[in-house]
């Protein structure tokens, strides 16, 4: 892994995406970044394997 990024910490908002990222298991998410920061969600669609 680069060195420059093994050394960083993530902001809140990167926090509650990755948790929201791993409860949806399958699906799509359309992700709205402003100043290098996730700001919301726009677009979720959840499928469930068969």
Do not use: C, H
């Amino acid at each position: 892994m680069d060195k420059q990024l093994s050394n960083f910490e993530l902001s809140e908002k990167e926090k509650k995406l990755i948790e929201l990222i791993r409860k949806i298991e399958y699906g799509e998410i359309k992700v709205i970044i402003q100043d290098k920061l996730p700001i919301r969600i726009e677009e979720m669609k959840k499928s469930i394997k068969l």
